[in-house]
């Protein structure tokens, strides 16, 4: 079963782990080809497997008339990940205020929390204000 928890982290609350982050708008392929080799190496490396999402999905927030509808619901989405093994799943709440966040503000806030040993994201992830952060980033 899939832990769930909402926001930033507060310190020391997860510990070694192995992480992905995004949308997640519904579980599909090209996020089963992140997160299978995600939650094989978290187990193999004794770390905890994390999936990190947004709710609402970040388009709602930055552009309300593009809002996408969910593929699955937040209900669903626990327990889909549950099924594939993952250890833990963090909504951080999508707000005006995460969106203005920089990008090393960002993960100032998500690191407090959490005992990061590796993250996986697709190319074409970007993450705080504008888009700035990027893989290389991390």
């Known amino acids: 079963m899939t832990a769930v928890s909402f926001g930033f982290p507060a ?3 997860l510990g070694p782990c192995h992480a992905t982050i995004g949308s997640f708008d519904g579980i599909h392929r090209g996020h089963l080809a992140l997160l299978k080799p995600l939650i094989t190496g978290a187990r193999a490396a004794g770390a905890a497997s994390v999936l990190i999402t ?6 709602c927030v930055l552009d309300p008339d593009h809002c996408p509808p969910n593929l699955t619901t937040l209900d669903e989405k626990a327990w889909l990940l549950g099924q594939l093994g993952l250890d833990h799943l963090l909504v951080i709440p999508f707000t005006p205020q995460v969106a203005a966040l920089s990008p090393a503000a960002f993960l100032q806030r998500l690191l407090r929390g959490i005992q990061l040993r590796r993250i996986v994201v697709g190319e074409d992830f970007r993450f705080g204000h504008g888009r700035r952060g990027d893989p290389a980033l991390l």
Do not use: A, M
């Not at 947004?54 to 388009?59: G, L, N, V």
């Open 11 to 13: 310190p020391g609350t």
């Open 54 to 59: 947004f709710e609402p999905h970040p388009r």
